[in-house]
């Protein structure tokens, strides 16, 4: 037996049980956790990007404020780039009246 042969069996377990760690840790950070009520706020990155991304877009102010109403307060809470480049995409893409924060967060097929 050569120094190869009982490294990769040697290896082989190790391999197999970071393969199953990695998928245990992407199962309980895609699956939701049914104890939380839907109800719950999520407000993750991506949600407060489409949020910015829409006040950016329908009103111009740079904002992570969820209220749809006009005039909201500006904020800095993310990095500008990707809200901005979103609120360009809704801008060429999407009728204005018919989009609202709650349609895009919930990724309805009407917006």
Known sequence: MTVNASMKRALAPLLVLLAVGFSASLYLALVPDPRIA???PRFKDGEQNLVMAYNTFKY????DSLADRPNPLPS??????YPILLAAVLQQSTNPAAVSAQCLITAERTC
């Open 38 to 40: 839907s109800s719950t």
């Open 76 to 81: 800095n809470r993310r990095e500008p780039l």
């Open 60 to 63: 111009g102010v740079f904002s």
